[in-house]
């Protein structure tokens, strides 16, 4: 796709956008923060109203002297007692009566100002009878404070340590209001309801301090501690129904927040004009012009243009450096061209070097079809565009092969041009019937006597005797090969280490002999193998590489080179290669006789 076909988007609308996102955001935040300000402080005036109320409640049971004996007696005879509810203060209602019963037993008492050491001193029955008058002047004065401070729900509860359940000792109401047992009904005396976890938390923190709200679902209770009974907690709690209240405070948070982004929308417009005249006009400009260099190339053009934009700040240095840039460009395209020929010529160069290496060696297979005595593959892979490594392979006569694998110093052309003579000093002077020790001290001797650069190449060189399967062996500096005897696994051959080819004139070789049997197999290969890297720059090793031989030790060598490259893939997976991955695998068949190519 074009890039003129692609769906683009102004920078003003990118900004708009992020400016409406802010204020959406800065919104959210502010409803929610708000909202939570005005609840908490619905909620801490609610508390204070609360606690007075409570105090007021706890004022007006303490005017009866009696009021703890008073509390246990409702508690221990709710069931029994007959109480007149809303009965208020009349003497025409039967509190009244009860009241006036007990003055004319007691000339000169104050029934308000009983003490408890009085009322033990009385018979049941007119303990009975003063525990329900005073329970009526109680609850007539508790609606009093009720109806006076607008509460819904106005009582005293009796609930034990665990505060599972209330035991309701008396509750305010309204006048003519339901009383009962029943949900949002006025609970009459005795009523024992079951409480939740919110109000269990509230009791127990009121009982260890201040009054505490709970969550009584629609409604918000207010729990304060009055006093204790025995192994009973006493506590007067009021109720509010919040629901309209934080209704009203929701609306006004809504209203608030509303003109807040009202403010930043119009401040926001502002803003996006400014950016739009200083910033994005000039922006466009310089746009316009790196559009046209890079359809023109016309630096003198643009640069011209660049300088009409005067702007004292970003932009206007902006548009200095495009203008630079510009022409900076235009010296570079000019070098890049001189540059770009001379590297097309080198490519052609390196393309033909490494076709003139591949040519090289040996590389079609099998390499001696009618040879039924042995079976030989061998592969190169370079680490560049052409490498320092070579294997060679070359009957000296009927019944004698030469093996040869080696690794030049260095990478790239030299390497390349180093091993191309390395090779054929190798090839004539074992050709010429020299034995492995005598062709690496001839070639150590030319190599040296001719060579201006700090090069070397390590070789191994064999010859099999292809009738008895005896290998005769020399190792310059090269890594140690591996050897499969018949029926057996891959392993590693420590054989005798010579000095490095080409490292230092006059210095001799030794030799030492291999004996294969029919079926045997000879793996050779360069450093490439084990220090083959990973991610991790770990190296794939020697311990890997006999373990991949070992993955199918029986199969032919071509198959055996390809699981060891797989083995080796598989390790370093993407990780770039910085050196030549050369091997050869030679399987000894036993003495057939048959032509050669």
């Given amino acids: 796709m074009k890039k003129e076909e692609l769906k683009k988007g102004s920078i003003i609308q990118q900004v708009t956008a992020f400016f409406l996102l802010g204020v959406l955001a800065t919104g959210l935040i502010t409803f929610v923060s708000q ?6 402080l619905v909620k801490n005036q609610l508390e204070d109203r609360a606690s007075d109320i409570a105090e007021e409640v706890k004022l007006a049971i303490e005017e009866y002297p009696a009021y703890d004996w008073l509390i246990r007696y409702w508690y221990e005879h709710a069931d029994s007692l007959d109480i007149e509810y809303d009965a208020g203060f009349s003497a025409e209602t039967e509190t009244g009566k009860k009241s006036s019963l007990l003055n004319e037993r007691y000339p000169g008492l104050s029934l308000k100002y009983v003490s408890t050491e009085k009322l ?32 819904d729900y106005l009582f005293c509860v009796m609930t034990e340590e665990s505060c599972e359940t209330q035991f309701f000792l008396f509750s305010a109401a309204e006048p003519g209001a339901l009383r009962g047992k029943e949900y949002e009904e006025v609970y009459t005396l005795g009523t024992t309801v079951r ?21 009584a679902g ?21 109720t509010y129904n919040l629901t309209g209240l934080l209704a009203a405070v929701d609306r006004q948070t809504e209203r608030n927040t509303s003109l807040a982004m009202l403010y930043q929308i119009l401040l926001s417009v502002l803003c996006l004009g400014l950016i739009s005249y200083y910033v994005l006009k000039p922006l466009r400009r310089v746009q316009k012009n790196i559009r046209l260099y890079k359809k023109t190339k016309d630096s003198n053009t643009v640069r011209a243009n660049l300088a009409k934009i005067m702007p004292r700040n970003e932009i206007g240095e902006l548009s200095s450096d495009v203008s630079d840039l510009a022409k900076e460009i235009d010296e570079y395209l000019n070098q890049i061209e001189i540059a770009t020929a001379e590297k097309e010529r080198v490519s052609i160069e390196l393309e033909l070097a490494t076709r003139i290496q591949e040519d090289s060696l ?29 294997y060679d392979f070359f009957l000296i006569d009927e019944t004698h092969l030469g093996l040869v694998m080696a690794d030049v110093s260095g990478k790239g052309v030299p390497a390349a041009l180093f091993m191309m003579v390395s090779k054929i000093l190798v090839e004539n002077y074992a050709m010429a019937g020299k034995s492995p020790a005598e062709v690496m001290y001839a070639i150590n001797e030319q190599i040296c006597s001719h060579k201006h650069e700090e090069m070397f190449v390590t070789v191994w060189l064999g010859i099999l005797d292809t009738v008895t399967g005896k290998i005769i062996a020399a190792n310059a500096g090269h890594e140690y090969p591996a050897i499969q005897y018949s029926d057996g696994c891959f ?5 005798k280490h ?37 991610s991790d720059n770990e190296l794939f090793g020697t311990d890997r590489m006999i373990s991949a031989l070992n993955e199918e030790p029986a199969v032919p060598p071509e198959k055996i080179l390809k699981n060891v490259r797989r083995r080796v893939d598989e390790f370093v997976q993407e990780a770039e290669q910085f050196d030549d991955l050369t091997m050869l695998c030679l399987e000894y068949k036993g003495n057939t006789q048959s032509d050669s190519k």
């Fill in 120 to 151: 033990q001193t009385m018979p049941e029955e007119d303990r009975k009878l003063y525990a329900e008058i005073v329970y009526s002047w109680l609850t007539a004065r508790i609606d009093q404070i009720h109806q006076a401070n607008d509460t």
């Fill in 491 to 495: 392993e590693l051959l420590k054989d």
């Fill in 498 to 534: 010579g000095f490095v080819v080409g490292g230092l004139e006059g210095i001799s070789f030794k030799e030492y002999e291999l004996q294969l049997t029919p079926g045997s197999r000879l793996f050779l290969y360069t450093d490439g193998v084990p220090e083959a890297t990973n």
């Fill in 195 to 215: 409480v939740g976890e919110s109000q269990k938390n509230a009791m127990r923190l009121a009982k260890d301090g201040s009054g505490q709200l709970a969550n």
């Fill in 35 to 40: 909202h939570h300000i005005s609840d908490s």
């Fill in 362 to 390: 040996p590389t079609d297979f099998p390499a001696f079809p009618g040879r039924q005595d042995f079976d030989i593959y061998a592969s190169m892979d370079p680490a560049k565009e052409v490498g320092g490594d070579f």
């Fill in 218 to 238: 629609k409604y918000m209770d207010y729990y304060a501690y009055f006093t204790s009974e025995g192994d009973r907690e006493v506590f007067i709690g009021l």
